[in-house]
Protein backbone atom coordinates (compact mmCIF):
# COMPACT_ATOMS: atom_id res chain seq x y z
CA UNK A 1 0.00 0.00 0.00
CA UNK A 2 3.11 2.50 0.58
CA UNK A 3 4.69 1.76 -2.50
CA UNK A 4 1.54 2.47 -4.29
CA UNK A 5 1.13 5.75 -2.54
CA UNK A 6 4.72 7.14 -3.61
CA UNK A 7 4.60 5.69 -7.03
CA UNK A 8 1.00 8.03 -7.81
CA UNK A 9 1.68 10.54 -4.80
CA UNK A 10 4.87 12.02 -6.82
CA UNK A 11 3.74 12.91 -9.91
CA UNK A 12 0.52 14.00 -8.86
CA UNK A 13 2.47 16.60 -6.62
CA UNK A 14 4.37 17.73 -10.13
CA UNK A 15 0.73 17.77 -11.32
CA UNK A 16 -0.51 20.06 -8.71
CA UNK A 17 2.05 22.03 -8.40
CA UNK A 18 2.09 23.07 -12.09
CA UNK A 19 -1.49 23.60 -12.43
CA UNK A 20 -0.77 26.04 -9.95
CA UNK A 21 1.53 28.17 -11.72
CA UNK A 22 -0.31 27.54 -14.86
CA UNK A 23 -3.06 28.97 -13.21
CA UNK A 24 -0.77 31.58 -11.79
CA UNK A 25 0.07 32.56 -15.17
CA UNK A 26 -3.27 32.93 -16.49
CA UNK A 27 -4.37 35.22 -13.98
CA UNK A 28 -1.03 37.37 -14.29
CA UNK A 29 -1.43 37.07 -18.33
CA UNK A 30 -5.18 38.48 -17.79
CA UNK A 31 -4.41 41.16 -15.20
CA UNK A 32 -1.88 42.67 -17.07
CA UNK A 33 -4.19 42.93 -20.18
CA UNK A 34 -6.94 44.30 -18.36
CA UNK A 35 -4.53 47.08 -16.77
CA UNK A 36 -3.21 47.88 -20.33
CA UNK A 37 -6.35 48.47 -21.34
CA UNK A 38 -8.06 50.35 -19.07
CA UNK A 39 -4.92 52.06 -18.82
CA UNK A 40 -4.82 53.37 -22.19
CA UNK A 41 -8.86 53.95 -22.28
CA UNK A 42 -8.22 56.31 -19.16
CA UNK A 43 -5.05 58.40 -21.44
CA UNK A 44 -7.49 58.20 -24.93
CA UNK A 45 -10.40 59.95 -22.67
CA UNK A 46 -8.67 61.70 -20.08
CA UNK A 47 -9.17 65.59 -21.25
CA UNK A 48 -12.31 65.76 -22.18
CA UNK A 49 -13.49 69.10 -23.55
CA UNK A 50 -10.17 70.42 -22.84
CA UNK A 51 -9.06 70.68 -27.04
CA UNK A 52 -6.73 73.43 -27.54
CA UNK A 53 -5.49 73.52 -23.80
CA UNK A 54 -2.40 71.81 -22.16
CA UNK A 55 -4.72 68.76 -19.88
CA UNK A 56 -3.10 65.69 -20.96
CA UNK A 57 -2.13 63.51 -18.68
CA UNK A 58 1.53 62.84 -17.55
CA UNK A 59 3.97 59.67 -18.10
CA UNK A 60 4.26 59.84 -14.56
CA UNK A 61 -0.17 59.42 -13.67
CA UNK A 62 -0.06 56.82 -17.15
CA UNK A 63 2.62 54.85 -14.79
CA UNK A 64 1.03 55.15 -11.82
CA UNK A 65 -2.17 54.03 -13.13
CA UNK A 66 -1.01 51.14 -14.98
CA UNK A 67 0.92 49.81 -11.66
CA UNK A 68 -2.20 50.66 -9.74
CA UNK A 69 -4.11 48.26 -11.83
CA UNK A 70 -1.94 45.55 -12.55
CA UNK A 71 -2.53 44.00 -9.23
CA UNK A 72 0.19 41.17 -8.13
CA UNK A 73 2.43 42.22 -11.04
CA UNK A 74 5.79 43.90 -9.55
CA UNK A 75 6.04 47.35 -11.19
CA UNK A 76 9.70 47.25 -10.58
CA UNK A 77 9.36 44.05 -12.85
CA UNK A 78 6.99 45.47 -15.86
CA UNK A 79 8.77 46.71 -19.36
CA UNK A 80 6.17 49.37 -20.85
CA UNK A 81 6.14 51.54 -24.01
CA UNK A 82 3.79 54.15 -24.36
CA UNK A 83 3.56 55.23 -28.23
CA UNK A 84 1.60 58.25 -29.61
CA UNK A 85 1.13 59.10 -33.15
CA UNK A 86 1.23 62.69 -31.99
CA UNK A 87 3.62 62.81 -29.40
CA UNK A 88 6.35 59.37 -30.12
CA UNK A 89 7.71 56.96 -28.06
CA UNK A 90 8.62 56.48 -24.20
CA UNK A 91 10.15 53.48 -23.04
CA UNK A 92 9.46 52.84 -19.15
CA UNK A 93 11.97 49.46 -18.80
CA UNK A 94 11.13 49.27 -15.85
CA UNK A 95 7.82 51.15 -15.26
CA UNK A 96 9.27 52.46 -12.00
CA UNK A 97 11.71 54.53 -14.32
CA UNK A 98 8.64 56.67 -15.33
CA UNK A 99 7.26 57.61 -11.48
CA UNK A 100 8.96 60.88 -11.91
CA UNK A 101 8.33 61.80 -15.20
CA UNK A 102 6.28 64.88 -15.39
CA UNK A 103 6.36 65.04 -19.38
CA UNK A 104 2.80 65.07 -20.65
CA UNK A 105 1.56 62.30 -22.73
CA UNK A 106 -0.23 62.23 -24.92
CA UNK A 107 0.38 65.91 -25.78
CA UNK A 108 -2.19 67.52 -27.49
CA UNK A 109 0.45 68.95 -29.78
CA UNK A 110 -1.56 68.01 -33.34
CA UNK A 111 -3.81 66.01 -31.59
CA UNK A 112 -7.10 65.84 -33.74
CA UNK A 113 -10.01 63.50 -32.21
CA UNK A 114 -10.07 60.34 -33.63
CA UNK A 115 -7.07 60.73 -35.90
CA UNK A 116 -4.40 60.21 -33.06
CA UNK A 117 -3.94 57.33 -31.63
CA UNK A 118 -1.86 55.66 -28.63
CA UNK A 119 -0.57 52.40 -27.98
CA UNK A 120 0.45 50.89 -24.23
CA UNK A 121 2.74 47.84 -24.74
CA UNK A 122 3.41 45.85 -21.58
CA UNK A 123 5.90 42.98 -21.12
CA UNK A 124 6.42 40.76 -18.14
CA UNK A 125 8.60 38.12 -17.13
CA UNK A 126 6.86 34.74 -15.27
CA UNK A 127 9.77 32.59 -14.24
CA UNK A 128 8.80 29.41 -12.58
CA UNK A 129 10.06 28.08 -9.66
CA UNK A 130 9.83 24.14 -10.66
CA UNK A 131 13.99 24.65 -10.54
CA UNK A 132 14.02 24.46 -6.97
CA UNK A 133 12.77 20.77 -7.15
CA UNK A 134 15.30 19.11 -9.64
CA UNK A 135 18.09 17.80 -8.49
CA UNK A 136 21.28 18.92 -7.36
CA UNK A 137 19.58 22.16 -5.13
CA UNK A 138 18.43 23.87 -7.94
CA UNK A 139 21.30 23.63 -10.45
CA UNK A 140 18.75 23.18 -13.16
CA UNK A 141 17.42 27.14 -14.94
CA UNK A 142 14.23 27.25 -16.86
CA UNK A 143 13.83 30.44 -18.77
CA UNK A 144 11.08 33.04 -18.00
CA UNK A 145 7.87 33.10 -20.10
CA UNK A 146 7.61 36.64 -21.37
CA UNK A 147 3.81 37.69 -20.86
CA UNK A 148 2.96 40.74 -22.95
CA UNK A 149 -0.20 42.86 -23.40
CA UNK A 150 -1.22 45.70 -25.78
CA UNK A 151 -3.81 47.91 -26.34
CA UNK A 152 -4.27 50.92 -28.61
CA UNK A 153 -7.11 53.11 -28.31
CA UNK A 154 -8.26 56.46 -30.35
CA UNK A 155 -7.92 59.61 -28.73
CA UNK A 156 -11.55 61.17 -27.77
CA UNK A 157 -10.79 64.81 -26.37
Known amino acids: MLLEFTLAAIPLMFV???S??????????????EAVNATARYASVHGAGCAGQACATTVEQIANTLAGRAV????????????????????????????????????????????TS???????????????WSPGGG????SALTLGANSKQPVIY
Open 72 to 115: GIPAGQMNVTLTSSASGTITCNPLTSCYANANPWPSLGGNLALT
Open 139 to 142: GQQF
Open 118 to 132: ISINATYQLSSPISI
Open 20 to 33: VWICLGMWQYHTLA
Open 16 to 18: IVS
